[in-house]
């Protein structure tokens, strides 16, 4: 069953968190200054991120019309659940 990529910002500690589903017990690793990879202890799959100093990396983006950018070193795959993906309909 695909997840969803479930996010929270901690304004107080200028933290964001990220998670694939519901946050879950996880090892860390630093992969930059500040930005945590999460995985899955058992099948090392990554399960979320934590992106320390958000803001000051935001600004320091001078992109904020359209919201920061920020390089993280995983590969991703995405694809639409198969409730949402656009059906072929037989034309008359």
Not at 66 to 79: L, W
Request: no cysteine; glycine share 6%; hydrophobic share 35%.
């Amino acid at each position: 069953m695909a997840k969803a990529l479930i996010y929270s910002y901690d304004k107080k500690r200028d933290v964001l968190y990220v998670s694939v589903g519901h946050p879950q017990d996880a090892i860390s690793r630093e992969v930059q200054p500040g930005i945590f990879v999460h995985l899955n202890p058992r099948t090392r799959k990554v399960v979320g991120y934590t992106l320390l100093d958000f803001q000051r990396r935001a600004s320091r983006t001078g992109r904020k019309a359209e919201g920061p950018t920020f390089k993280i070193p995983v590969q991703a795959s995405f694809r639409l659940p198969l409730t949402t993906r656009r059906r072929r309909t037989a034309t008359p």
